[in-house]
T-cell receptor
Framework: DGGITQSPKYLFRKEGQNVTLSCEQN?????MYWYRQDPGQGLRLIYY???????QKGDIAEGYSVSREKKESFPLTVTSAQKNPTAFYLC?????????????FGAGSRLTVL | DQQVKQNSPSLSVQEGRISILNCDYT??????FLWYKKYPAEGPTFLIS?????DKNEDGRFTVFLNKSAKHLSLHIVPSQPGDSAVYFC???????????FGKGTHLIIQP
């Protein structure tokens, strides 16, 4: 079954620590995205990647970093510089970036900072 | 500034009746609109979409209407079923956009 796998599903972090959220897709999609969901805020774009070895900042990129070394993988690192990291993080992919496209989402990772 | 607005945070509808979820947008460059459904602790799943060249798209119990002059779209679910209880996100994309822009979501509650 093709899809997007995010891990871990739940993650706890102490203040000052960096954490990396994994996102793997086997859909052969070119574009991948990271969104953050907070209650009452909807989905906000953190970073996106149109193609391997390329990525762009979204609306709320500060305190986050990404890499896209392989087509299948788009890990997100939440750094200690992110002031409010507790949130539900969603990874998504689409066949291509431009034009009308449907995003396929992973099941999400919930990060809690203690 | 919010470019995609869902002004109703929640909506309660009786089972079997019609659910109407509304979405307004401000960016005239948007030319493709999507609705996603999300259950708690899960990723959103695609529901239905509409291109700006159409004013209606239907898929089973779900119909999306687009009024370009009013920059307004709505999702109709009829008849509403208990499994429809979820958060519904409106999303839009257009030329020059950095991916989809989402609304804040509407929590639909179907009452038995």
């Amino acid at each position: 079954d093709g899809g997007i796998t995010q891990s871990p599903k739940y993650l706890f972090r102490k203040e000052g620590q960096n954490v990396t959220l994994s996102c793997e897709q086997n859909l052969n999609h070119d574009a991948m995205y990271w969104y953050r969901q907070d209650p009452g805020q909807g989905l906000r774009l953190i970073y996106y990647s149109q193609i391997v070895n390329d990525f762009q900042k979204g609306d709320i990129a500060e305190g986050y970093s990404v890499s896209r070394e392989k087509k299948e993988s788009f890990p997100l690192t939440v750094t200690s510089a992110q002031k409010n990291p507790t949130a539900f993080y969603l990874c998504a992919s689409s066949i291509r970036f431009a034009g009308a496209n449907v995003l396929t989402f992973g099941a999400g990772s919930r990060l809690t900072v203690l | 500034d919010q470019q995609v607005k869902q002004n109703s945070p929640s909506l309660s509808v009786q089972e079997g009746r019609i659910s109407i979820l509304n979405c307004d947008y401000t960016n005239s460059m948007f030319d493709y609109f999507l609705w996603y459904k999300k259950y708690p602790a899960e990723g959103p799943t695609f529901l239905i979409s509409i291109s700006s060249i159409k004013d209606k798209n239907e898929d089973g119990r779900f119909t999306v209407f687009l009024n370009k002059s009013a920059k307004h779209l709505s999702l109709h679910i009829v008849p509403s079923q208990p499994g429809d209880s979820a958060v519904y996100f409106c999303a839009a994309i257009g030329r020059g956009a950095d991916g989809l822009t989402f609304g804040k979501g509407t929590h639909l509650i179907i009452q038995p």
